[in-house]
């Protein structure tokens, strides 16, 4: 009687497990609180995808003028430019909080989105979703009051509406940094995050954290 052999099934590919562990081209990195992860000018090296903690990013302008251009969590992808050819970071990236990173090499990356089409569509959905948040920005810092992005800028830092989620922590942030980011004075930025702290809105009265509490409807 013939045998008859059946090839082995190859697992399915699941990417959240791609992006969790360590493998050819991909490392698991920690950082310290203000523990710099790389400087605008640095050669690109590959990409990071925050397993843990929070990480600030940051650029500056031939003046020396310093802006802040968000602050990522859990999830979130930073670094990917040189995935499009470019040779030097364009930003510099701050651990906020102790952050556990995953670092995974260019060659490694591009080589697994061209094999596994899972991973390629999880990517290239963080990035839509990304340029929709960067078109929210510019909208909002054209038509909504300093009063409205500084509350935007709190909730999507907080993450506001995640499942599950009733409270968020956020580092503490400068006044300074807030400005930056909304586009005001700090005086006004001071002025508002009082009035936000009478009315319930955040509390940052005890630790290093600001805490948003989500309010369902």
């Given amino acids: 009687m013939k ?58 302008s031939e003046a020396g003028k310093e802006a802040t251009l968000g602050i990522l969590s859990e999830g979130d992808f930073f670094g990917e430019g040189g995935l499009a050819g470019q040779l030097h970071r364009m930003s510099s990236a701050v651990a906020m909080t102790d952050c556990v990173l995953l670092h995974v090499e260019r060659k490694a990356m591009m080589l697994a989105m061209s094999r596994e089409p899972k991973l390629s569509a999880m990517f290239v959905k963080y990035l839509l979703k990304r340029n929709i948040r960067y078109q929210d920005d510019l909208v909002d810092q054209l038509f909504n009051s300093s009063e409205k992005r500084l509350a935007r800028v709190l909730l999507l830092m907080a993450q506001f509406g995640k499942e599950g989620v009733s409270e968020m922590s956020v580092p503490r942030l400068s006044q300074e940094t807030l400005a930056e980011m909304v586009g005001t004075t700090r005086s006004r930025v001071s002025f508002f995050m009082n009035r936000f702290r009478k009315l319930g809105f955040i509390n940052y009265d005890v630790g290093d954290n600001l805490h948003v509490p989500q309010f369902t409807a």
């Fill in 3 to 60: 045998q008859v052999t059946t090839a082995k099934k190859k697992p399915d590919f699941n990417a959240r497990t791609f992006l969790s562990t360590i493998g050819k081209g991909r490392n698991m990195v920690s950082f310290e609180k203000k523990q710099r992860i790389f400087s605008q000018g640095d050669s690109t090296d590959g990409l990071f995808f925050v397993q843990t903690g929070k990480v600030q990013l940051s650029v500056v």
